[in-house]
């Protein structure tokens, strides 16, 4: 009965490691659209890192019209969050080899597994903060008509690209 309750604790903590640990990670596939966050960890705009919390190059220049003040204020944004997420994503890293390890042993300890899983659940947590500041900061930069042409751009990310691509694009 001790090892069923165990192994049951066990999975509860597994499915919550790996819920946390999916939630903590940087945005990446899937892009911007339709029931997508504003800014945030795993939400947004594609691509790794800062640059995945900003719209594309092509719309800040050519939608949004961004000049070079603010292109460059944008960059120093996206250097100094890359520089605070480096350490927080270290630590998960770490964190997350240490509960495999506690995991892949014989009899892993529920209390030390649990306490890892927490710990990465709280650094995911620190990331989204760090990220929704980013997103804050660079809504910051901009004018308010830059402000009102993103979020027209967030509604129809699609509009403003030409006319497509392939065989099958519109007016061949």
């Known amino acids: 009965m001790k090892k069923t309750i165990g192994y049951l604790t066990m999975i509860a903590l597994m499915t919550a490691l790996f819920g946390s640990y999916a939630a903590a990670q940087p945005p990446g596939h899937g892009g911007y659209g339709r029931d997508r966050g504003e800014f945030g960890m795993g939400e947004g705009f ?27 204020a944008l960059e120093a944004l996206k250097t100094d969050h890359r520089a605070a997420m480096r350490p927080l994503r270290e630590e998960r890293r770490e964190l997350g080899k240490g509960l495999k390890a506690a995991l892949a042993s014989e009899n892993p300890d529920a209390t030390a597994v649990g306490e890892s899983v927490i710990a990465i659940h709280d650094l995911g947590e ?47």
């Open 46 to 72: 594609r691509g790794p890192g800062a640059r995945g919390l900003t719209p594309p190059r092509w719309v800040l220049e050519n939608v949004l019209e961004l000049t070079d003040e603010q292109l460059d």
């Open 126 to 172: 620190q990331m989204k903060l760090a990220s929704a500041d980013f997103g804050t900061a660079f809504e910051a930069l901009l004018t308010e008509d830059q402000l009102q042409a993103l979020q027209e751009w967030k509604e129809n990310p699609k509009r403003g690209r030409g006319r497509g691509r392939g065989p099958h694009r519109p007016g061949r």
